[in-house]
């Protein structure tokens, strides 16, 4: 083998290192700018990951699907998943599919077989980091809201383009994270979602 053809491989290698993470940032951000925007409601749930740091933990109570299938997908396999609005203004899922439906918004999504006709749809967004500091205050309002039947729910407000879908905001009580840590003097670091 030359020292030559070596040179290449090592520069390929080098090259597509580079970028694979440059194509994933570069669909993130046109997802955050040109995708349609759906609001979620969101159910409690609290973790803290070690190696990634704070975030909260979101759930969407709307994942619950019921659907006969003529053929049903493997477990935990990818569906394409419909969106539509309820009276509420917010978003759920809707008709699963093996293809993306020909018109209309549609997730990526995985699916997880029930009992009855029933399944679990498996959402790609379920957590919005915070910074350290920040992150105890909000995951306590975001369960105070949650369980609290007097108050709006969380709402989750994810941008959906081309079956991704990116988390742009978390509501807390109607209100947007960031104004939300801005009125309690913590400034508007939320944070990043995956």
């Given at each position: 083998?030359?020292?030559?053809?070596?040179?290449?491989?090592?520069?390929?290698?080098s090259a597509l290192?580079?970028?694979?993470?440059?194509?994933?940032?570069?669909?993130?951000?046109?997802?955050?700018?040109?995708?349609?925007?759906?609001?979620?409601?969101?159910?409690?749930?609290?973790?803290?990951?070690?190696?990634?740091?704070?975030?909260?933990?979101?759930?969407?109570?709307?994942?619950?699907?019921?659907?006969?299938?003529?053929?049903?997908?493997?477990?935990?396999?990818?569906?394409?998943?419909?969106?539509?609005?309820?009276?509420?203004?917010?978003?759920?899922?809707?008709?699963?599919?093996?293809?993306?439906?020909?018109?209309?918004?549609?997730?990526?999504?995985?699916?997880?077989?029930?009992?009855?006709?029933?399944?679990?749809?498996?959402?790609?967004?379920?957590?919005?980091?915070?910074?350290?500091r920040v992150a105890?205050?909000?995951?306590?309002?975001?369960?105070?809201?949650?369980?609290?039947?007097?108050?709006?729910?969380?709402?989750?407000?994810?941008?959906?383009?081309?079956?991704?879908?990116?988390?742009?905001?978390?509501?807390?009580?109607?209100?947007?994270?960031?104004?939300?840590?801005?009125?309690?003097?913590?400034?508007?670091?939320?944070?990043?979602?995956?």
């Amino acid at each position: 083998m030359s020292a030559r053809w070596r040179r290449g491989v090592f520069l390929a290698a080098s090259a597509l290192q580079i970028a694979v993470p440059l194509v994933q940032i570069v669909r993130y951000e046109q997802v955050l700018r040109h995708g349609h925007v759906y609001r979620f409601r969101c159910e409690p749930v609290d973790p803290a990951d070690v190696f990634r740091g704070r975030y909260v933990r979101i759930q969407i109570p709307a994942a619950t699907v019921t659907q006969s299938w003529d053929r049903a997908p493997t477990p935990r396999g990818w569906v394409a998943a419909s969106l539509e609005i309820g009276p509420d203004g917010l978003a759920h899922f809707g008709r699963l599919g093996r293809w993306p439906p020909a018109t209309g918004d549609w997730l990526k999504v995985r699916w997880s077989p029930g009992p009855d006709h029933t399944g679990r749809v498996i959402p790609p967004f379920d957590r919005l980091y915070l910074p350290e500091r920040v992150a105890p205050e909000v995951e306590a309002e975001y369960a105070r809201t949650a369980l609290s039947a007097t108050n709006r729910p969380p709402v989750v407000v994810v941008r959906v383009r081309g079956g991704r879908g990116v988390i742009e905001d978390l509501e807390l009580g109607g209100v947007p994270v960031r104004a939300w840590l801005r009125s309690r003097g913590m400034g508007g670091g939320a944070g990043r979602a995956r």
